[in-house]
């Protein structure tokens, strides 16, 4: 029936083709000359295609007796469509003309037909179809970004070239966003701020970005939220949650607002884990934006935003298989007790403007606050058991032999609260811009946090025996040491000064000749916490050979320095680093662009070179999405790498691309060091354990650079659209991730411990759309569908090829300190119904 199907639809498109009609015409620029390079044009739903001439003509065959959608488009600018109902045999002529130079692709709008400045313009459009497992579209979209990724779907948070998750910029309408200080897993962290209902245009650079950005060392992305027009709103739902948005004008035009709710739950997506229990997952997020224009120049607007996200848990069981063909083990898991976290975070901002043909003058105020609460009891009774692995064996499969058990009891009550205030103004009058920003920050913070490992009936780290034999030196012989343990109650409050100032240069003598763009500035940081004054120059140079040509290049460089927020100033057990320093780095960015047409179809290279010294580093160690510092700055590195990204119609009408990264980053903690042991005949006896005391039959070692932990060194994404050849309307979206694995090590602590490997990541999401309604869908008078916009009905499945990716390990000992690593699995194969609508 499938393939009778398939030969039915192949015939009747072959039957419609073989009446046929004619387009034919001149397509102009704004001047009315023949615009050139040349154009693509297109039917939609169809392969057939054809280009302008160097006169600007073309003519294309078309299908009769039926309503044809044509597509005229070029990279560089907003496309236009023509649609045609013609006869057999009739040929009509067309007279186009292309004039809104402002669009050059889906990811990157500029005035020109072509300027690469180092930033990503995104059109939210596109993020539309993509599958998503955390509900999260945006960043979904970022994670493929070159220079971008991320091995944990269930996650927004993603690392930029050798970066961590604290080192990124994110502004929504020119406020910073802050990122939540407790959370440990993705399965927690709910909804990321940015919402993308409400979204007109996402910023993204990876490096090398101006003075106008704040001061974090990795990237930026910089999110303005739409300007409404009219009347307007969407609903959205699926198996992971929901959301509505509505948008209008009232006041003749003069009054705008914007609102979205959202509503997540990913309990479906955690049934799929390992760890088998009752989870009761619930994110909510509200969002506002007022503005009203007080005259022609001047502007008031308000955003705010309340998220309240509670993750409780039962867990009853766990069961995970591992190992190899020569040993494979089980690690059974039996639970007692439960987790119980919330997080709750405000947000509000008040913002004035004023706006002339050469002067802007932005004031902000925001305040936000995060109340975060952790709090589990959560006892573990194991069992590490042999498989019998010989397939010749009736019991192959099942448990051969016991090698441990034992059992594990974690405890945790931990609350913080923080807030963040700040005043801001930014500038601009011709080609200068200025700005300040003032902010005050306090966070209070209560930990309490131990865990006690028991394995065979002895307690770990095990002191020493002395029963029958008292020892008067230990005043407490019979002490129970815990595995861990962090008790600390602190409050930190700082204030933070930062300040810019940045110029733009070009020069552009004729059309034929090299156009030169620079963008130079100076910004400034001061922090009374640590009394730290610093100074980030920095610069870029746009080159493009000639203002014809479809190439151009750019270098960047500058100082980026990120003063610590808390986490970075905490120790392990809690306590806090009042010497600690800001982080610095140096970036230098070599890029090319190029704009080119293959098959008659647009397409846009771009290729990005990098070098970053670091120094002042704090090292750290990370777990799923948690990093926890080292609290010193006694470490210097360096993050190098390339990346590549091709994106155009690789099917006609449908944008897909393709990236590759490959990046190396490390570092050299300054003082870290450890001992090999000999015995007699020179053999390494007792590798890697610290000690203080130096022996004859032992080598002092410093491991030197070691791989940070962001340490990716290659990855591959793909995101490709496809759609039934004469059915626009039928999509299917493609996201293949393959990625090196991390960096990571057993839980001592001792960082150059940390090399192994985590085994690739490697991922395959599908999603199949149909679109119900949509702008040419003719509906009946009376039918309640007309006021829709359009409506979309989607099947998506994650992890298609049921991959089991490894996100972390959990770490068991015996009482001789022997670890055994168990993998922590992400989420396996996964199907999602979504349902969007617009009106």
């Known amino acids: 029936m499938k393939y009778l199907i398939l030969i039915i639809l192949q015939f009747g498109m072959l039957f419609t083709f073989a009446q046929k009609a004619e387009v034919f015409g001149t397509v102009l620029d704004a001047k009315g000359n023949a615009f050139d390079p040349a154009v693509n044009i297109a039917m939609q739903g169809y392969s057939q295609g054809t280009t302008t001439n160097s006169k600007g003509e073309f003519s294309l065959k078309v299908p009769a007796n039926i309503e044809i959608i044509i597509q005229f488009s070029h990279v560089s600018i907003l496309p236009k469509y023509q649609t045609v109902f013609l006869k057999e045999g009739e040929r009509l002529r067309l007279m186009i003309v292309l004039d809104e130079a402002l669009k050059i692709d889906t990811f990157e709008v500029t005035a020109k037909r072509h300027e690469y400045d180092g930033l990503i313009h995104v059109n939210p459009i596109q993020f539309e179809g993509i599958p998503s497992p955390s509900g999260d579209a945006i960043s979904t979209f970022i994670k493929r970004m070159p220079g971008v990724y991320s091995n944990n779907e269930m996650s927004s948070q993603y690392s930029v070239r050798g970066g961590n998750f604290d080192e990124n910029l994110v502004y929504v309408n020119g406020i910073e966003i802050q990122r939540p200080m407790l959370i440990k897993t993705g399965q927690q962290e709910g909804l990321s701020f940015a919402n993308a209902d409400l979204v007109s245009d996402i910023k993204f650079s990876a490096g090398g970005f101006s003075a106008f950005y704040g001061d974090k060392m990795a990237s930026v992305m910089d999110v303005k939220y739409k300007k409404p027009e009219a009347f307007a709103g969407s609903v959205s739902g699926s198996l992971l949650g929901g959301s509505v948005h509505l948008e209008g004008v009232a006041a003749k035009h003069r009054l705008r607002y914007l609102m979205g709710v959202r509503y997540k739950s990913n309990q479906y997506v955690l049934q799929s884990l390992d760890t088998d229990g009752d989870y009761k997952p619930s994110f909510t997020d509200v969002q506002l934006l007022v503005a009203y224009d007080i005259t022609d120049e001047w502007e008031l607007s308000f955003l705010g935003n309340y998220s309240l996200n509670n993750y409780n848990i039962t867990p009853h069981t766990r069961e995970t298989e591992f190992g190899s063909i020569f040993e494979v083990l089980r690690f059974t898991v039996y639970f007692d007790g439960h987790?119980?976290?919330?997080?709750?975070?405000?947000?509000?901002?008040?913002n004035l403007k004023y706006k002339t043909n050469h002067t802007n003058l932005d004031f902000t105020a925001s305040a936000y606050r995060t109340i975060e609460t952790e709090t589990y009891d959560i006892i573990g009774q194991y069992w590490l058991d042999v498989l019998e692995n010989d397939l010749g064996k009736d019991d192959f499969g099942e448990v051969a032999f016991n090698k441990g058990v034992g059992t594990y009891m974690r405890h945790a009550r931990n609350y913080l609260d923080g807030v963040?205030?700040?005043?801001?103004?930014?500038?601009?009058?011709?080609k200068l811009q200025w700005g300040f920003n003032i902010r005050h920050d306090m966070i209070q913070?209560?930990?309490?946090?131990?865990?006690?490992?028991?394995?065979?009936?002895?307690?770990?780290?095990?002191?020493?025996?002395?029963?029958?034999?008292?020892?008067?030196n230990?005043?407490?012989?019979?002490?129970?040491?815990?595995?861990?343990?962090v008790k600390a109650n602190q409050t930190v409050t700082s204030n933070r000064y930062t300040a810019y100032v940045m110029r733009d240069w070009s020069w552009v003598k004729s059309d034929t000749s090299t156009s030169l763009k620079l963008n130079a500035g100076l910004r400034s940081n001061y922090w009374d916490f640590s009394r730290e004054f610093l100074l980030s120059p920095r610069v870029s140079l746009f080159i493009k050979p000639n203002l014809q040509s479809n190439i151009s290049y750019r270098i960047a460089a500058g100082i980026y320095s990120q003063p610590p927020f808390y986490r970075e100033m905490r120790y392990h057990n809690g306590q806090i680093n009042y010497d600690i320093?800001?982080?610095?780095?140096?970036?230098?960015?070599?890029?090319?662009?190029?704009?080119?047409?293959a098959w008659n179809r647009p397409f846009k290279f771009t290729a990005e070179a990098y070098y970053k010294y670091m120094w002042d580093l704090i090292p750290y160690e990370m777990e799923d999405v948690r990093l926890r510092y080292f609290a010193e700055n006694n470490a210097h590195g360096y993050a190098a790498g390339i990346d590549f990204k091709l994106h155009g119609e690789i099917v006609r009408n449908a944008e897909s691309w393709v990236g590759i990264s490959l990046m190396q980053t490390q570092e050299d903690i300054e003082d870290d060091y450890y001992y090999d042991y000999y015995n007699a005949a020179g053999e390494i006896i007792q590798p890697g354990i610290t000690v203080d005391?130096?022996?004859v039959d032992s080598n002092k070692v410093e491991p030197g650079y070691i791989p940070r932990p962001t340490d990716q060194r290659f990855t591959f994404n793909l995101f490709f659209q496809d759609y039934i050849p004469g059915y626009p309307t039928f999509k299917v979206h493609l996201n293949l991730v393959y990625a090196t694995g991390l960096p990571f090590g057993p839980p001592t602590h001792l960082r150059y411990q940390q090399t192994r490997r985590y085994p690739p990541y490697r991922r395959v999401d599908i999603g199949f759309s149909k679109q119900l309604i949509g702008e040419d869908t003719k509906l009946k008078s009376k039918n309640p569908m007309r006021h829709l916009k359009s409506a979309w009905i989607s099947i998506e499945v994650f992890n298609l090829l049921q991959i089991d990716n490894t996100l972390s390990y959990m770490w068991v000992s015996d009482v001789n300190g022997t670890y055994y690593s168990i993998p922590n699995y992400l989420t396996s194969r996964q199907v999602n119904v979504r349902l969007i609508v617009k009106f």
């Not at 987790?339 to 008040?350: K, P, Q, S, T, V």
């Not at 963040?420 to 011709?430: E, F, L, N, T, Y």
Request: avoid cysteine.
């Open 581 to 597: 320093k800001a982080q610095k780095s140096s970036h230098i960015v070599l890029g090319t662009d190029l704009v080119f047409d």
């Open 474 to 485: 230990y005043s407490r012989p019979n002490e129970l040491h815990l595995n861990e343990l």
């Open 693 to 695: 005391d130096q022996r």
């Open 339 to 350: 987790e119980i976290d919330r997080f709750e975070n405000y947000m509000g901002a008040l």
């Open 420 to 430: 963040v205030a700040s005043v801001q103004h930014r500038g601009s009058h011709k």
């Open 445 to 472: 913070d209560q930990l309490s946090e131990w865990k006690l490992i028991d394995s065979s009936g002895f307690s770990i780290p095990h002191p020493k025996d002395n029963i029958g034999n008292f020892n008067p």
